[in-house]
């Protein structure tokens, strides 16, 4: 606030970038804020222990409160064509990208491993090979797609289900007949264009049943 403050009563800044009107407005509220010595105003009090009570601490949030809010109208009114390089370093305020980067099919698939088998279920986590220790989802990646292979062997085909979750673990549940059978899991990322990346290596397990 008070890069903002100087900023705005720099000569030459306003009306250029802030109207009168909004000056005067939000010199009152920073008058408010810091007091006549710039030392006793509802900040300050909020702050010292012989003035600190539940009334000056809600005093300095509710003007805080209306301080944000009048910045935004002052630079919701700012036309971006009058912003300079400096006016945007000193009020920070980035300009916007007009063709935002496109975010790239991820480059590597996660690992797929088995977090719990219990009675026809498997709980299946997904974890990114390139930070272990974290379950979070690479940038840019929105989704996770699983494929999930029951081996019939013999003549009959397998059974080969995908689906799709943005959490980092999820469950796979059976019935009695696939008891015995092996299930194979892999898994890739997608981002928010639905574009996959390449597949992360098999884990298989076997559907049991605990009485």
Not at 29 to 36: D, H, L, N, S, Y
Request: hydrophobic share 35%; charged share 20%.
């Amino acid at each position: 606030m008070n890069d903002a403050h100087v900023y705005f009563n720099t000569s030459g800044n306003s009306p250029r970038i802030i109207s009168g009107a909004n000056l005067v407005a939000y010199n009152l509220k920073i008058g408010a804020w810091r007091g006549p010595s710039g030392n006793n105003g509802v900040y300050a009090k909020s702050q010292n222990p012989a003035t600190r009570t539940e009334t000056t601490i809600q005093d300095k949030a509710n003007l805080r409160k209306e301080i944000e809010d009048l910045l935004r109208d002052i630079f919701a009114d700012i036309p971006n064509s009058v912003l300079t390089t400096t006016d945007r370093s000193t009020l920070h305020l980035p300009a916007r990208d007009e063709e935002p980067s496109p975010v790239p099919a991820p480059n590597h698939g996660p690992l797929a491993l088995i977090d719990k088998i219990d009675h026809l279920l498997h709980k299946i986590r997904f974890r990114d090979p390139q930070n272990p220790n974290t379950k979070a989802k690479p940038q840019g990646v929105v989704l996770i797609m699983c494929e999930q292979i029951i081996v019939n062997g013999g003549q009959e085909a397998d059974e080969r289900n995908i689906s799709t979750t943005g959490k980092f673990l999820h469950t796979f549940n059976y019935v009695e007949a696939q008891v015995t059978k092996t299930v194979k899991f892999r898994a890739r990322y997608l981002n928010g264009k639905g574009e996959a990346g390449p597949w992360g290596p098999y884990v298989q397990t076997q559907v049991v049943t605990i009485s």
